[in-house]
């Protein structure tokens, strides 16, 4: 079987990779370099922990996609992976932690409330004032995104089943005929044509694009005093949603960076403009990070980073056959990476084994064993 895939993020990569590894032919389009920095898969990390509010089936998913991570370690020859653990705080209203808690618990993977006087004690580094409840689990760390994505790319440039073509823009598809059409005019074909396009896809697949919004959002890189610094390496991912916006802190561990942001969806913006961004435009995150970080007067601001999401209105995946011979894969809504390998593993299953794509696609978006 011949695989044409377009688009060099890790959902394009990842299938790529399975479909190889069983032995398929593939070609993959990437409009870019290969990876693009533009990518949403291209950041220095991105998370992966058990915690999902009451997603229940995609924290279902969590232990299924630290396997394929294994795997594709395993393929790789390294480790492109932290453990950090996860500690989730909440007050003011916000019940994710709480939700995530039971949900947790329904599926037997138990979180540990911690005391609220234990905090400062463990994570000196945090002011808990204004939290009311957290909790700890002992999985949950952070995967290198951008290093993940290249060393796939290298990884599969090295087999002699694949092609990859960057700078090659694909113009339009014919998911009917597995045909796909690139800028210049040339025309490739295939026995099956997966778009996994990020951001872009509603230029390709137009009644996609209103279903799959693009978001634009901003995260902020820190540089720290070395002692915070030090402390930090060794310490855990922090989702907090106790003040006027949510966060996410992520550790710098393995000389990354010192990363924070937040999961506000902003539905809007070009992934083709100009991707500055403003201090301005950060600052309901700095006012949390100054009421939740001690010491945090003495960080400085590194870079601010614009990056892309692509949204459903429920926050679930789409990865749907489409036509005869096509396959629409769009597992975002800003918390797709850590599901990176698998969603490849396993999109390559179905198309390889004929499994039934309606119950692909329900698996995909969470449904599986969900309580909502
Ligand atoms: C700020 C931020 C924080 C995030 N945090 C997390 C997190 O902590 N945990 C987590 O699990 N997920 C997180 N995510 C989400 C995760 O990064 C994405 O779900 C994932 O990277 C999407 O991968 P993709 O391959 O679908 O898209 P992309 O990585 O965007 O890849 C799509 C590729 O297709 C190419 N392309 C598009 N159109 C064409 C065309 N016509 N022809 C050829 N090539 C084309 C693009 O150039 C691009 O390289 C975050 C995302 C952002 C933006």
Redesign the pocket.
């Known amino acids: 079987m011949k695989a044409i895939i377009?688009?060099?993020?890790?959902?394009?990569?990842g299938t790529a990779w399975n479909l190889a590894k069983s032995g398929h032919d593939v070609e993959l389009?990437?409009?870019?370099p290969l990876?693009?920095p533009?990518?949403?898969?291209?950041?220095e990390?991105?998370?992966?922990r058990h915690p999902y509010g009451n997603h229940t089936g995609y924290a279902r998913l969590i232990d299924d996609a630290f396997a394929a991570w294994d795997e594709l370690w395993r393929d790789l020859g390294q480790r492109l992976y932290a453990a950090t653990g996860t500690l989730a705080l909440t007050g003011n209203g916000a019940d994710w932690a709480e939700r995530s808690a039971e949900s947790l618990q329904a599926i037997g993977r138990p979180m540990t409330e911690l005391a609220l006087d234990e905090l400062p004690r463990r994570f000196p580094m945090l002011n808990s004032t204004g939290v009311e409840h957290a909790y700890w689990l002992d999985t949950g760390g952070v995967?290198f995104?951008q290093d993940i994505?290249s060393a796939l790319a290298h990884h599969l440039g090295q087999q002699p089943n694949v092609r990859l073509h960057s700078y090659?823009?694909?113009?339009a598809v014919d998911l009917e005929h597995g045909r796909v059409t690139t800028e210049s005019g040339t025309v490739h074909s295939a026995d099956v044509v997966i778009v996994?396009?990020?951001?872009?896809?509603g230029?390709?697949l137009p009644p996609a694009g209103a279903r799959l919004v693009p978001s634009r959002?901003v995260?902020i890189y820190f540089r720290l005093p070395d002692e915070a610094r030090a402390a930090w390496a060794q310490g855990p991912m922090v989702i907090d949603k106790t003040g006027e916006v949510g966060l996410?802190l992520?550790p710098p561990h393995d000389g990354r960076g010192m990363k924070v942001?937040d999961h506000e969806f902003s539905r809007r913006g070009d992934p083709d403009a100009a991707r500055e961004a403003t201090e301005a435009e950060m600052r309901p995150l700095l006012d949390r990070c100054a009421s939740l970080l001690h010491g945090f007067d003495r960080w400085r601001i590194d870079r601010l980073?614009v990056?892309?999401?692509?949204v459903t209105e429920d926050e679930r995946f789409v990865v749907e056959k489409q036509g005869a011979r096509g396959w629409l894969?769009?597992?975002?809504?800003?918390?797709?990476?850590?599901?990176?390998a698998l969603m490849g593993k396993e999109l390559a299953r179905t198309i390889v084994s004929e499994r039934d794509p309606a119950a692909h696609a329900r698996w995909a978006a969470g449904l599986e064993g969900d309580t909502k």
């Open positions: 377009v688009g060099g993020g890790v959902m394009g990569l389009f990437e409009q870019g990876p693009n533009l990518a949403s898969s291209m950041d990390h991105r998370l992966i995967l995104a994505t090659t823009p694909i113009r996994a396009a990020g951001a872009w896809v230029r390709l959002q995260v996410y992520v942001g980073k990056c892309f999401y692509t894969m769009s597992p975002c809504s800003g918390h797709g990476f850590k599901f990176g």
